[in-house]
């Protein structure tokens, strides 16, 4: 199984709140996983990544939540601005064993709204 | 260093035509991936190139779909006889190797069939 179910669909969050998105996972072969901001219009844009010997990375506001046992890790974003606005994407792959060509996998989307 | 460039960014096509997609991936960058995303739905995986191979084209539709990536220019996906199913956003994605991951999206390709 080489899917990645991510909730919530939408998120409304207040500015200066937090905003969590969760992904989950089935392959335990996968060890590399990245979230992708997407702004309207635009590509898909490396946000922050994490590897499954790690339990938690944080770069600034953004911060990885990784659970090997659960198969499940999730995007925390502190202090949310209405500029952190965009869809964000989780996705998981083999990018250090090779296999499956080091696809990236996508979870759906999760359309991200942060209100003044 | 400018950045994954595909064109065009808007691609509208009648039903039966060919439509070309073009990526060049960054300088530098010898792998190239392709992605199709629906309205509301994630990417989906298509085909991985790097330089005159095709590594991977396990996404890729059996029948209308082809990829290349030739020494010289750019990589190009071609949809033969589009279908209104066929109406989707196409993002290209290149690496500097093949360790996967430094994946670098270019701001895609709309295609519209009519």
């Known amino acids: 199984q080489q899917q990645v179910k991510q909730s919530p669909q939408s998120l409304i969050v207040q500015k200066g709140g937090i905003s969590i998105i969760n992904c989950a996972y089935e392959n335990t072969a996968f060890d590399y996983f990245p979230w992708y901001q997407q702004f309207p219009g635009k590509g898909p844009a490396l946000l922050i990544a994490?590897?499954?010997?790690?339990s938690e990375k944080k770069e600034g506001r953004f911060t990885i939540s990784f659970n090997k046992s659960a198969k499940q890790f999730s995007l925390h974003i502190m202090d949310s601005q209405p500029g952190d606005s965009a869809t964000y994407f989780c996705?998981?792959?083999?990018?250090?064993?090779?296999?499956?060509?080091?696809?990236?996998?996508f979870g759906k989307g999760t359309k991200l709204s942060v209100i003044p | 260093n400018a950045g994954v460039m595909q064109n065009p960014r808007h691609l509208v096509r009648r039903r039966g035509q060919e439509a070309r997609l073009r990526c060049s991936p960054m300088?530098?960058?010898?792998?190239v991936y392709w992605y199709r995303q629906l309205p509301e739905e994630g990417l989906k995986f298509m085909v991985y190139l790097q330089k005159e191979n095709i590594i991977d084209e396990s996404g890729m539709p059996k029948e209308r779909f082809s990829a290349e990536f030739p020494k010289e220019g750019p990589s190009i996906l071609r949809i033969q006889q589009v279908v209104r199913g066929d109406s989707a956003a196409y993002f290209c994605a290149s690496s500097p190797k093949a360790l996967g991951t430094e994946a670098f999206f270019g701001q895609g390709t709309r295609l519209t069939v009519v």
């Open positions: 994490i590897r499954p010997d790690v």
């Open positions: 300088k530098g960058h010898s792998h």
């Open positions: 996705a998981a792959s083999f990018a250090y064993s090779g296999a499956g060509s080091y696809q990236l996998t």
